[in-house]
């Protein structure tokens, strides 16, 4: 678009004008984006606070609660079974080759010795072998066939119906299925595990094997079953022909051969664990034996033979526990700590939370637990080993001094109480932080501060439009001011060009000047 020969592109000059003034303008804008950016870092502050004092809080639930009583007053009540987790043990043994162990609260320090002797291991049954393809029915009959199997103390009866192209195969198939079914479509669920192996190309056998370790999880076959009154029904011939027979469950069990039906191990007893532990003989069904001695759990994973020696297992304090328990308590505790120092210039000098980094930094040297009088008794973090350096990081900087304290006869105590007590460091830190939190949605310092500082950013956004629009109309009103002065301009050049050329040339300029007025 032109106006007597003004171009109005982007490039114009009338742009460039218009641009020029726009940046006369900035200064109204200036204050308004400092003052967007001042309160963006705020509100980045206080969300990144409000995240870590969301994690410090879930740290402290894990030792208890900090909330008002029967009269109004914030105190700390700790976890009923607190104390009984600083109490930690580990065993270590001389060669967990043969054995491991953990220990609970309960167990006691010292040594014990150890020798395994059986391993438990779960029954297993093969049964008789079957040519593949030869019909079933031709020892059997056709019709239903009925037995019960026995693992443990779970009793399944199962039927089979025999049909009279089934092959052994095809049969032993059907048994498998019904066998390796959920409980709650008749199966064992689990509990033992059926198969059907080839051993040769033509031959095959059933295999089954408990879940469980052990005695008590052998394997019984009852070839006859008992019916809904009571009486004993015939003596199941299918059960017979692949090795489900009574027979086979004498003291010394039948161990299967190359093609006859049997056990894997001949007496249920070897199927049990043996250690000798201390001299004493125990036995279990499991290779994990975890009553023999209190709160100590035994894990058995090889035999000794007779020139091994026996294996030490000694129960010690576990320091190292008690250093991951208070982990993610420290480690959330410094990390709001020490962002308070790293972002200090962010939170636009607010008081609270010069104060909470003040009181964070105290704890230092901030007595905790129960203001004994006792000299014994540690009241401080530095006692522990803990210190605070000067970015207001918490870090065990000496374990050997928590590892003293825990050896002590009430160690595991001492250190509870002073981080778990109503004076302890947990509850100084739920103090601490408690205005700043709350269970509330609309509530606690840190919410509030964040609301306030989203209406203002809301309100400064609006005011921003405001003035951009302001200047936009403004500069717009210029480019038109501006175009109408050049065309103004130009209409008089255009002017002045016809009269000196009217007076150049006689009438015929007079007349084009007045064409040009009348016609255009």
Known sequence: MSYFGITTGASSQVDELVEAYKQTQKYRLTPLEQKKTELETKQTFFNTINTKLNQLKSAIDKFGTYKPDENGNNIFNKLSNIEEKFITRKVISSNDEFVTATAGSSAMLGTNTVKVQQLASSDVFIGTRLNLDEQFSSDVGVGAQQFSITVGDTTKVFKISVDEDDTNESIIKKLVKSINASSEEGGFGGLVSAAFVKDTNSTGRLTLTSKNTGENN???????????????????????KIGFDEALLGNERVVSTEGAAGFKISSASLLNSVIDLNGVTVTRDSNTIGDA?????????KTHSAQDSAVMMSTEIDTKAVETLLEPLITAFSS??????????????????????????????????????????????????????????????????????????????????????????????????????????????????????????????????????????????????????????????????????????????YDSLISQKYNS
Do not use: C, W
């Open 218 to 240: 052998q394997i019984f076959f009852s070839p006859s079953v008992v019916d809904e009154e009571g009486n004993a029904l015939p003596a199941s011939t299918f059960a017979q």
């Open 336 to 509: 709001l700590s020490n962002y308070l120092v790293v972002a200090k210039e962010r939170h636009g000098n607010d008081n609270a939370i010069r104060s909470l980094q003040g009181t964070l930094r105290s704890f230092a040297s901030m007595s905790f637990g129960d203001n004994s009088s006792d000299s014994d008794v540690p009241k401080y973090l530095s006692e522990l080993g803990y210190s605070i350096n000067s970015d207001n990081v918490l870090k065990l900087t000496d374990s050997s001094k928590l590892e003293n304290i825990l050896k002590r006869e009430d160690g595991a105590k001492l250190v509870s109480d002073l981080f778990t007590s109503q004076n302890g460091f947990v509850a100084k830190i739920s103090e601490a932080i408690s205005s700043l939190t709350s269970s509330s949605e609309d509530a606690g310092l840190v919410k509030n501060r964040l609301k306030s500082i989203d209406t203002q950013i809301n309100a400064n956004k609006k005011r921003i439009e405001t003035v951009t629009k302001n200047i936009e109309a403004q500069a717009e009103s210029t480019r038109k001011q501006y175009v109408a002065y050049l065309k103004m301009y130009y209409e008089a050049q255009n002017q002045m060009s016809l009269l000196y050329t009217m007076g150049s040339s006689g009438g015929s300029a």
């Open 293 to 301: 001695i209190d709160g100590v759990t035994f894990t058995i994973k």
